[in-house]
C-alpha cells in the first residue's frame, strides 16, 4: 500500500510499482505535505493505469520514434517508409531530448504554434502531426503513456492564405484539346491522353501492361504501381480497380499497341530499353513542355488526375462512381477533396425532384396559380 513520509526532513513516497517491486520517490526539499499527496495521488492513477516508470527508466522522445519507426518497416511500402523516417529525422528536433512522459497537450501546442509561425505549409504540417500522433499511440501501447495528448490538441487551421482551390488545379476541356495538339509524340500523347480520361496515378499509368487492358469491357485494370524504381502491388483493395474508358481512348490505345516496342515486361509505356519510363524524365521532357508550347499554366502532372475528377463532377455522375474510379477508399474522401468543386445551385436537380413528385401536374399547378386560383394548402 502507498503511503507518505517524511524522512530526514524531506517528504518521501513510498509505494510498489504495477509489477510488485517496491520503490520511493523524494521530493525535492522544501516540498510540502500537501505536495507530497498531491505526488502519491498521481503516482497511484499511473500505477492504476500500468503506466508507471520511474523517470530514470522513462525513455526519450527520440528513442521512442526510433522505436517506432524500425517497428513499423516490414509493414509499410518502402516509399511510404521513407516518408515517415524522414519525418523523424528532420522535424522533432525539440522534441527529442524531452522525456516521453513529458510530451503534453501544451507541448504539442507550442510545437504546432511554432511551425505555423515559421511559415510551414499547412498540408506539411499536418502530415507531420499524422506521424507524431502514430508515435505517441506507439507510446501509449508501450506503457510509457497512458493516453495520446495530441488526440486534445487543437489542430493547426490556416488563415485564409491556404485553401484547396488553390492545391487543386484543373485544365478546362479547351485547354486539354490544345494540350494533346501540341503533343506529337503517340507514346506520350497517349499516356497523357490516359491520365485526363482515366484520373488514375503517375504511378499506376507508368505500372500498366498490355494484360491490363480489357479490350471487351472498354476498361483498364489498375493492379499495380511504379513508383522509386520498383513495382508495387497497390496500396489498397480500393486502389486495385477497373475503371471505364470512352470509344475514342480505345481507339488511341489500339493504335499506339501497334506501334508499341516489344518489351519484356509487356508495359504499355516502355523506355527505349523496355523498362519503365523514369517519371522525371517525362515531366522534365514531354509534359512540361506540352504545356508552355500551348501556352498554359504549368500544372503538376498529378492535377490531371484533379481535372478528371472535376470535369466528372461537372457532368453530374454519381459520387460513388467517381470515387470507386478514383481508387479513393470511401466518397467521404472524394467529396472532402473535390466538394468545392460542386456547383452552389443546381436549378436541374429541383425541377427533377418535383418532376418526380408532380409529374406533369406541377406545372399544372404553376400556371393555375398565376391565373389566380387558389393554390393548394400547405401544412406546416
Not at 513520509?5 to 510499482?17: A, E, L, N, Q
Not at 501544451?106 to 510545437?111: C, D, L, N, V
Not at 418526380?356 to 398565376?370: C, P
Amino acid at each position: 500500500m502507498a503511503c507518505i513520509s517524511k524522512r530526514r526532513g524531506r517528504w518521501v513516497v513510498d509505494f510498489y510499482d504495477q509489477h510488485g517491486k517496491r520503490r520511493w520517490k523524494t521530493l525535492p526539499e522544501g516540498a510540502t505535505k500537501g505536495q507530497a499527496k498531491e505526488e502519491l495521488r498521481a503516482i497511484e492513477d499511473m500505477l492504476s493505469k500500468g503506466v508507471y516508470l520511474p523517470q530514470s527508466k522513462t525513455p526519450l522522445f527520440y528513442k521512442v520514434a526510433r522505436g517506432w519507426i524500425e517497428y513499423k518497416r516490414p509493414k509499410l511500402r518502402e516509399s511510404t517508409w521513407e516518408v515517415y523516417e524522414g519525418h523523424v529525422r528532420n522535424h522533432f528536433q525539440d522534441l527529442d531530448g524531452l522525456k516521453i512522459n513529458r510530451i503534453t497537450v501544451a507541448t504539442i501546442e507550442q510545437f504546432i504554434t511554432t511551425r505555423q509561425l515559421g511559415g510551414m505549409n499547412l498540408g506539411t504540417l499536418r502530415k507531420i502531426l499524422v506521424t507524431l500522433g502514430q508515435i505517441l499511440s506507439y507510446a501509449v501501447r508501450h506503457k510509457y503513456l497512458d493516453h495520446n495528448p495530441l488526440k486534445e490538441a487543437e489542430r493547426p487551421r490556416g488563415q485564409g492564405e491556404e485553401n484547396q482551390d488553390e492545391n487543386i488545379r484543373i485544365l478546362t476541356p479547351v485547354q486539354l484539346n490544345a494540350f494533346l495538339g501540341r503533343m506529337d509524340t503517340p507514346k506520350y500523347r497517349t499516356l497523357f491522353l490516359l491520365a485526363m480520361f482515366t484520373g488514375a496515378r503517375q504511378g499506376e499509368l507508368l505500372g500498366l501492361k498490355w494484360g491490363d487492358i480489357d479490350w471487351a469491357a472498354c476498361q483498364v485494370n489498375i493492379q499495380r504501381t511504379f513508383n522509386k524504381g520498383r513495382f508495387f502491388a497497390t496500396k489498397t483493395k480500393t486502389s486495385n480497380r477497373k475503371i471505364d474508358l470512352g470509344p475514342t481512348v480505345m481507339v488511341e490505345l489500339k493504335k499506339w499497341k501497334l506501334a508499341c516496342p516489344l518489351n519484356d515486361l509487356d508495359l504499355v509505356f516502355p523506355n527505349e530499353a523496355g523498362g519503365p519510363i523514369n517519371y522525371s524524365n517525362m515531366v522534365r521532357r514531354h509534359y512540361h513542355p506540352a504545356l508552355e508550347a500551348a501556352d498554359l499554366p504549368r500544372i503538376r502532372f498529378h492535377d490531371l488526375r484533379h481535372t478528371y475528377a472535376s470535369l466528372m463532377i461537372s457532368h453530374g455522375e454519381n459520387i460513388k462512381y467517381i470515387q470507386s474510379q478514383l481508387g479513393h477508399s470511401s466518397p467521404t474522401v472524394t467529396l472532402n477533396v473535390y466538394a468545392h468543386l460542386m456547383k452552389p445551385t443546381n436549378q436541374e436537380a429541383a425541377c427533377r425532384l418535383e418532376n418526380s413528385v408532380f409529374g406533369e401536374s406541377g406545372s399544372k399547378m404553376v400556371a393555375e396559380t398565376k391565373k389566380g386560383a387558389r393554390p393548394l394548402a400547405v401544412t406546416p
